[in-house]
């Protein structure tokens, strides 16, 4: 069965800090791994990785996957308080499929 | 661009009860999904359309929801009879086109409550 994994559940930080947010998958036909911020309404986008070792950047937040290990990684550097959110992790997979992680609940505390 | 819009925002039913929920998606994306989000889990996809067909609907609980994209534009999801379990938020969202990659436009949702 596919399954997307997020660690940790919940995190809270102070503005300035440094996070790291992970994401594990083991799916059947792997096509790609997306980054998602949902505050109070609908998950917005941040990233899609299709190939190992290649960082997407954004301003303050990175991502990279590595696709021997099937895990990712989603940093975020001088944290404020605007960042706090659930971040989900998807990855599309099998013909169709988006399998979505639980999230990871990052609170940024001033 | 205008985004993907849904309709109500908000619902209260007792169980038994049937519901209905609206999508419109973006201007032009082909592909359009539901998602069901229970509080403290990620979205789980209920039903995939492309253009006015089903592409997959596997997660379904057929026995009580359906869902219905007549002309290729927006759709409606309906649940009946409602559950308990049924509570959580219920997300729509669009793509360009469902193959890869693919990234998904996700609307404001609507959070239903099953009393």
């Known amino acids: 069965e596919d399954k997307v994994v997020q660690s940790p559940l919940s995190l809270v930080v102070h503005e300035g800090d440094t996070v790291t947010l992970n994401c594990s998958y083991e799916v059947t036909n792997f096509r790609s791994l997306l980054w998602y911020k949902q505050e109070k309404k609908a998950p917005t986008f941040l990233f899609m990785l299709?190939?190992?070792?290649i960082e997407k950047k954004s301003g303050r937040l990175s991502s990279i996957l590595d696709k021997k290990e099937l895990f990712s990684i989603l940093n975020i550097t001088a944290t404020q308080t605007g960042d706090s959110a659930i971040y989900l992790c998807?990855?599309?997979?099998?013909?169709?499929?988006?399998?979505f992680g639980a999230g990871t609940r990052l609170t940024v505390k001033p | 661009e205008a985004g993907v819009a849904q309709s109500p925002r908000y619902k209260i039913i007792e169980k038994r009860q049937s519901v209905a929920f609206w999508c419109n998606p973006i201007s032009g994306h082909a592909t359009l999904y539901w998602y069901q989000q229970i509080l403290g889990q990620g979205p789980k996809l209920l039903i995939q359309?492309?253009?006015?067909?089903?592409?997959?609907d596997s997660q379904l609980p057929k026995d009580r929801f359906s869902a219905e994209r007549l002309k290729g534009v927006d759709s409606t999801l309906k649940i009946q009879p409602a559950k308990l379990e049924d509570s959580a938020v219920y997300l729509c969202?669009?793509?360009?086109?469902?193959?890869?990659?693919?990234?998904?436009?996700f609307g404001p949702g609507t959070r239903l409550t099953v009393l």
């Open positions: 299709t190939s190992s070792g």
């Open positions: 969202a669009s793509s360009f086109w469902g193959g890869f990659p693919d990234t998904q436009y």
């Open positions: 359309f492309q253009n006015n067909g089903v592409v997959d």
């Open positions: 998807a990855v599309g997979c099998g013909n169709n499929d988006m399998r």
